[in-house]
């Protein structure tokens, strides 16, 4: 049936498209119907099932296209949405770029609504959160075409029912870390923050485009895991960067340099849904201060000029320094008298002066979170141990002081961030071990490691065994570090140079360590 009806909307277009070029419609009303009842007759048991197919696409092809047709014939000067009065004010007016963001709505948005259910679980009711963000950015742009520009520190909350939702979504992500469908999950939690783009200026198309960037690392794991498995998440991650896609070219059409904001709107926002009332006016100015009369004035200048007129006799009034007194003539004074700090620069706080609290210790951690052990404020513990590593773990340390960590057997990498007189002991790495923001760390590789970076770090001896002096060590904007290579039941330590010499050849830039010559 809905084959059929396809096919009847088909040949009422070509009817009435034949009646508008003023053309005998009798010949191409014969040849539809021709093509009807040959459609009908190949329509055989074997071949139903396919053609039946083939015609649902057509329909649903047609369809899309009436509801474009029903959009775009809302840009016709004088035509009007149903309750449009009631939305966007009395005269009924929507601005071109709020039409334009609802086909954005209408077309990619319900494409990536449409596969998410298809999916179901998780990446449905994320889904779900997903949408009502967007539903909030078309609530702000109602209110941004018809108002102003606000001031900078009334952003925060016309933008707040819009941040509280990317907050859901980032929130939801976080709850449901041991879901099979986590990538899903990720990608649409770490580009959410392009809907950002209305307080971004005056490039607020290559924001979302960076965000896209992000989704993009997880969307390729989605799919590296189902492409030749499940070939609806490859459909679900096509129409999902389509809506950052269109998302661009929309920015790119309405609002090149920033949001576009009414100049000649209201100057106050009204209440549009979710959003709160700005503060409200300052209070009056107090009444002007009371001003001296003439009179007293002109006794104030008079004594003045009295006393310039004194002549030497204006210096009756000083003192008389003796010269063992003075300073500058006898130096024994100068260590009697010590040295006088300024008030204004005194060391000892005022008890009005704000204080910051102090920093309250946190709690250590060594624990396994999903795929990731985390080893984090640890203080003076020198036996921290990791025995169940897998090869799918990652090890995450952060500042711990004074302390040394073991882990045992195979693990996928190793980071370690802003610590302080380390120790670190491990057996294989499969990935890279990195070393970010620390000073005096130690590393000592008993198995195979391929890569080691470091970064930021003041202090650094990496101890490698027979087996790893193959491994590459990347190193930049640190120092002292060695490498210490086994020679026997010693090691030989190599420092890593720091200092480099750089020289143009004619064609290229050619660097290389510098040799200290003395």
Known sequence: PGARAGLRLYLSLSWRRQQQQREP?????????????????????????????????????????????????????????????????????????????????????ADYMKHSNIIGDDVAQHAEVF????????TFLMMACKHQQPLEHEMGTLLKPMSDKMQAIQDFREKNRGSKLFNHLSAVSESVAALGWVAVSPKPGPFVKE?????????????????????????????????????????????????????????????????????????????????????????????????????????????????????HKNPNLRWQSGQVNSPSKTCADSPTSPMSPPQQPRTPLLELEGKKWRVEYQENE?????????????????????????????????????????????????????????????????????????????????????????????????SEMNILIPRGEDYKEYPVPEQFKTTWDGTKLCTEAAENVG
């Open 25 to 109: 419609a009798s010949s191409i009303y014969r040849y539809n119907t021709d093509i009807y009842n040959h459609v009908n007759a190949s329509c055989s048991s074997q071949n139903r099932i396919s053609t039946m197919a083939e015609l649902e696409d057509l329909v649903e092809r047609l369809e899309k296209s009436v509801e474009r047709l029903e959009l775009a014939s809302l840009k016709v000067p004088g035509a009007r949405s149903p309750g449009s009065d009631a939305m966007n004010g009395d005269n009924g007016d929507m601005a071109p770029y709020v039409e334009a963001f609802d086909m954005v709505l209408m077309g990619a948005v």
């Open 211 to 327: 965000m896209n960037d992000a989704a993009t690392f997880y969307t390729n794991r989605v799919l590296k895991e189902f492409k030749e498995s499940d070939r609806r998440h490859v459909e679900w991650v096509k129409s999902f960067l389509r809506i950052w896609t269109e998302l661009q070219a929309y920015i790119k059409e309405y609002h090149t340099t920033g949001l576009s904001w009414n100049k000649s709107g209201l100057i106050t926002p009204g209440m549009s849904p979710g959003a709160c009332p700005l503060a409200p006016p300052p209070p009056p100015p107090g009444p002007p201060p009371i001003l001296q009369s003439e009179t007293a004035r002109d006794e104030g200048r008079s004594q003045l000029f009295a006393q310039l007129n004194q002549g030497e006799g204006i210096t009756r009034g000083l003192r008389h320094v003796a010269d063992d007194q003075k300073t």
């Open 382 to 478: 020198k036996s921290l141990v990791i025995s169940e590593a897998e090869l799918k773990h990652v090890a995450y340390v952060y500042k711990c002081n004074n302390s040394v960590v073991k882990i045992q057997g195979k693990i996928n990498s190793i980071t370690i961030d802003s610590c302080k007189k380390l120790g670190l002991v491990f057996e294989n790495v499969v990935g890279i071990v990195e070393i970010i923001n620390s000073r005096n760390v130690e590393v000592q590789v008993m198995g195979k490691v391929p890569t080691i970076s470091i970064n930021k770090t003041e202090g650094c001896h990496i101890y490698l065994s027979e087996e790893s002096l193959g491994c590459e060590i990347i190193s930049a904007k640190s």
């Open 131 to 138: 949408k009502s963000a967007f539903d909030a950015q078309r």
